[in-house]
């Protein structure tokens, strides 16, 4: 069986008990003298000892010689034996001649489907494998997978470590969907067969989670290494070449996840272990130099660093040739040590041989090839060679795109979403980057150049909001009916699966101790059931509705078609920031243009940190209680305007409607808040100063969409009926903890309605204990919000809902929100907390708050988590979330979206209203009831339109001259389809 580590895969040898095989018994004396000799060397093989190891055989292989001759089948698995040492020596020419020439005999004297023959073939395939000869290699264990699978049946342990092993060769050419139920299925037979501390589960387990690793689940991957590292040094002890390659993997994840401290320890662990078990020249040793020299890169120990790259790139040119992988990966490495330094030239040079023997090996569509074309892209942009530069970066976008659409395909809807696409938005964003320098250098028609980038960084911008709105479009472009229940079910089971997945790789990682046997079964049969049921809703889905997997996955628009999509009175803007400088597209019905911004990334998340200081109403209303300053910047909205939307003013200036693609941290920007003209004074010394001010809101109404896929979404795709009821409501619930009689506890008051805002953000596990919510310290963390009971019968007055559409107190409860018809409402309407903001730990997600039941269940506990919005039916033109902070949190960078915004567009709503801070109730009353009343007023106007008068009565009210202030009068964004509801486009 085969372990795979980080960059390379090593055997795992079981021992062969050859005596037992023998056709003919030989003397007593011989017998003693084959088993002694055989004992002595499973032991060092076993313990990694194999020069020791190689001593004992040779005195194995003259005892077998002389009773049996060279062509017995005992004769073949002693060859067996010195191949396994061979191979974990890394003589692999060696080792392969000894596996061929046991196969042979075996073939010969047994025939060819006979298990040892399975097993020569296996060991030999291994070898290729270790030579990235991989379609050898999958041959071979084909070949063998049969003949074991007919010969002992589909449970044997033995079938489990040929399925392991060709779930290497799938992964090592980058067929992830491919490998991933192969080693699933390996740990399930492996775990049943055997004891579940053997070393061949552990080596099930480090191959799983090197698989997640790759995908970039890095908390699943650890856990399964950790457990695997645990087997293994109960059964060979701590100093051995196994439990060194685990260490390395455990290193590796520690460096993914940035704790570096602990992944240098662990680095040298295994490398003082690989040193002194296998020796100073061992390929095994020269992957831990490497992946610790890139380690000092990142910490610019650069002369450590490219010390240890020359020491592993030796050492792998002599075990493995100049052609391998392996050498290709250390000498991409390398490179990226040179361009660190500015020695672009050397860095070429070693990333196009790189290259070059990754397309040999590995082909044109493999991540590594990918990998290496947008490092020459980069490089070349660094050394001014535009031309090359984009020639690279168009290769690697294709090698990428071709490799996710195989992927998708093999793996369908259970896939998680983002996925290979957006694990790589790192090569979109130097395509992007590599366009504006070609247009810089007149190497093309700019207006060709500026479509490609507007495409181009589409693909950077794989936000799960943005998929989500995608699926819920699939299912109205299905139509009503049979079809489209069919479709949400689709989705619905892949959803299943991949909860289920979760489960069960949390299982399958816990120690022994604390691993529930019946539990994990349970999940493997719940998992197993979930996966058939969803390959059968596949195949009727390919028959009924075959558009529905292009539907569900979203594709770049192209500027032509996002024309189309958009009014007259429209203007899109869409961004993309980079590491030093980001990009704005603006795109109108008839016109496009495209800009450099001066700020990067990390510059742009500092600006927007600092440009929401002052918005939080509860820390403005302490300060300016306790005189010390912290109000709004209005230089710093006007510095974000010029650097963000004036490049693009003349395009957009003059368009009623603004809507709004963010990324990155500018997903946190409540654009309508920045300003077009220059402040009188920054920082005005009186509230009513910001009545004057040039907001952007008083210009045009905007929204926001999670991607400029999703206009499409919204707009071609998502004309499902309208819901024949207009709202139907939850709020005023009831926090406090019911008494002994199931009586509400009496509210916590005291606060004026005005300071009567959402619970202060805090990390979620200060509400739970254990598997579920403490409910005591949740209720008193809770203010009462008495006056949504007021919102939301002005809101149905408004709309003309029903009285009994409004769920109140201990009717605002999650079991009503679960058990009513929301399908059949227009408006979906929650004005209650709203529990996204803040460092989220544990197990707790984001969440809205309803009424405490008396006694808490799965199906009622209070919080209707993003998960669980997410499993509800829904045909609402717009979701309202009266609440606290429910867009990204008061951290910039946060994806687009909090989990609730996405879990409400996956269960069908077209438009969200959310907060982007926690906001007083008398204002998001009054804001809530404005923007109806416009709508009421005037239907044909559209949300964004309506929010943006209510705004501005608010704002223009000099009753208060605290209502001039924004925390009061802009904390809601319009998100999804802002625009008047119309059958098409105009």
């Known amino acids: 069986m085969i372990l795979e580590w980080r960059r390379k895969a090593a055997a795992l040898a079981a021992a062969f008990a050859i005596v037992a095989a023998l056709a003919v018994a030989p003397a007593a004396a011989q017998r003693a003298d084959i088993e002694t000799v055989q004992k002595r060397f499973n032991t060092l093989l076993a313990a990694g000892k194999y020069d020791d190891a190689l001593v004992e055989w040779q005195k194995l292989e003259t005892a077998v010689k002389a009773r049996f ?37 075996l073939e010969k004297a047994l025939g060819p489907n006979h298990p040892l023959v399975a097993t020569a073939l296996d060991d030999m395939a291994a070898v290729y494998l270790y030579e990235a000869r991989y379609d050898e290699a999958e041959g071979l264990f084909k070949r063998a997978l049969a003949i074991r699978e007919q010969a002992l049946g589909p449970e044997h342990p033995d079938l489990a470590a040929t399925l392991n092993n060709l779930s290497v060769v799938y992964k090592g050419q980058g067929r992830f969907a491919e490998a991933e139920p192969m080693l699933k299925r390996a740990l399930a037979i492996t775990e049943k067969a055997l004891d579940p501390n053997h070393t061949q589960v552990a080596a099930a387990l480090v ?50 996840q940035g704790h570096t401290d602990e992944a240098e320890a662990l680095y040298k662990r295994a490398l003082a272990i690989k040193e002194k078990m296998l ?99 980069r490089e070349y942009a660094e050394a001014g060679d535009g031309a090359n530069a984009l020639a690279y970066s168009r290769k690697a976008t294709a090698a990428v795109l071709a490799h996710a659409a195989r992927e998708a395909d093999s793996a369908r809807q259970k896939q998680r979403s983002g996925g ?56 109205f472009a299905s139509g009503a009916g049979a079809l489209s229940a069919l479709v949400r079910e689709n989705q619905d089971l892949a959803g299943s699966w991949r909860e289920t997945d979760r489960k069960l ?3 399958l990682s816990k120690p022994e101790g604390d691993r529930d046997r019946k539990a994990i079964d349970a999940l493997r049969r719940a998992s197993g059931e979930a996966e058939a049921r969803l390959t059968a809703s596949d195949r009727r889905l390919a028959r009924e509705f075959p558009e529905f997997t292009a539907l569900t996955r979203p594709q770049p628009l192209e500027v032509s078609a996002v024309q189309n999509l958009l009014g007259s009175d429209e203007a899109l803007v869409f961004f993309l920031p980079d590491d030093k400088e980001s990009r704005v597209f603006a795109v109108t019905r008839d016109g496009f243009a495209w800009h450099d911004i001066a700020l990067g990334a990390d510059a742009l998340a500092n600006k927007v940190k600092a440009f929401r200081r002052g918005l939080d109403v509860g820390e403005w209303v302490a300060a300016r209680s306790a005189g010390a300053p912290g109000m709004f910047d209005l230089g710093l909205a006007r510095d974000l305007y010029v650097a963000l939307l004036d490049p693009v003013d003349a395009l957009i200036r003059d368009k009623r409607h603004l809507l709004v693609v963010p990324t990155g941290a500018l997903t946190a920007l409540p654009f309508h808040l920045l300003l077009t003209q220059q402040p009188a004074a920054p920082n005005p010394t009186d509230v009513a100063g910001y009545r004057d001010a040039a907001w952007l809101i008083k210009r045009q109404a905007v929204s926001v969409l999670p991607s400029v896929a999703s206009l499409k979404a919204l707009r071609a ?32 008051g005291g606060l004026p309605a005005a300071q009567r805002t959402a619970a ?45 559409d409004l769920h109140l107190e201990a009717d605002a409860s999650e079991a009503n929100v679960k058990r009513l018809p929301l399908a059949d409402y227009r408006i979906v309407y929650f004005a209650t907390h709203g529990l996204v903001a803040g460092d989220i730990k544990g197990v707790a997600e984001p969440s809205l708050a309803l009424s405490i039941p008396q006694r808490a269940s799965d199906f009622d506990d209070g919080l209707l988590t993003a998960s669980e919005v997410a499993q509800l039916k829904l045909n609402a033109d717009w979701v309202v979330l009266s609440a606290c902070n429910t867009v990204a949190g008061d951290r910039p960078g946060a994806e687009a979206l909090s989990g609730l915004a996405r879990a409400f567009f996956y269960a069908g709503a077209r438009a969200l209203l959310v907060s982007h801070w ?52 802009g904390p809601f964004s319009i998100i999804g389809e802002g625009a008047a509801r119309r059958d098409t486009p105009e």
């Open 69 to 105: 001759g060279t062509e017995h089948p005992n004769y073949a698995l002693i060859l067996i034996k010195v191949a396994v040492t061979y191979q974990n020596q890394g003589r692999y020419a060696d080792a392969e001649a000894a596996y061929k020439r046991a196969a042979a005999i």
């Open 505 to 507: 790789v949390e299982a």
């Open 717 to 748: 795709y998502a004309r499902q009926r309208p819901a024949a009821q207009p709202m139907i409501g939850f709020g005023d619930p009831v926090f406090g903890m019911p008494d002994a009689r199931g009586a509400p506890a009496a509210p916590a």
């Open 760 to 804: 202060r953000t805090r990390a979620y596990t200060d509400y739970w204990e254990g598997a579920g919510v403490d409910r005591a310290i949740l209720g008193k963390a809770l203010p009462p919000l008495p006056e949504t009971a007021t919102e939301l019968r002005a809101i149905a007055q408004k709309v003309g809902a029903a009285a009994s």
């Open 207 to 256: 191959n799983l989670g090197l698989l997640y690793q790759d995908q970039a689940r890095y908390g699943d991957a650890e856990g399964l290494f950790r457990r695997a590292l645990a087997i293994q040094e109960k059964a060979t002890g701590p100093v051995h070449p196994i439990v060194a390659n685990i260490l390395h993997n455990l290193a590796s994840t520690a460096e993914d």
């Open 279 to 377: 020796g100073p020249n061992h390929p095994d040793l020269a992957d831990t130099l490497d992946n610790l020299a890139v380690l000092y890169g990142g910490e610019n120990r650069s002369d450590e660093a490219e010390a240890l790259y020359r020491r592993a790139l030796a050492i792998q040119e002599r075990a493995l040739g100049q052609e391998h992988p392996d050498v290709a990966h250390i000498l991409n490495n390398l490179a990226l040590e040179f361009e660190a330094r500015g020695k672009y030239a050397d860095a070429e040079e070693l990333t196009a041989r790189a290259l070059a023997i990754y397309e040999k090996s590995l082909g044109a569509n493999h991540p590594d090839t990918a990998n290496a074309l947008h490092n020459l892209a």
């Open 420 to 475: 290979l696409v957006a694990q790589r938005a790192l090569f979109f964003r130097r395509h992007v980057a590599n366009l504006a320098l070609a247009a810089r250098q007149q190497l093309a028609p700019e207006p060709t150049l500026a479509r490609e980038a507007f495409e181009i960084a589409q693909w950077a911008d794989q936000s799960s909001a943005a998929v989500a709105v995608q699926q819920f479009a699939a299912r």
């Open 918 to 969: 926690a906001v007083a109730s008398d204002a998001a009353t009054r804001l809530t009831t404005a923007t109806f009343d416009a709508i009421k007023s005037d239907p044909g106007i559209g949300r964004a339109e309506a929010l943006r008068r209510a705004m501005l009565a608010y704002l223009g009210d000099t009753a208060n001259p605290e209502n001039a202030y924004p925390a009061f009068w």
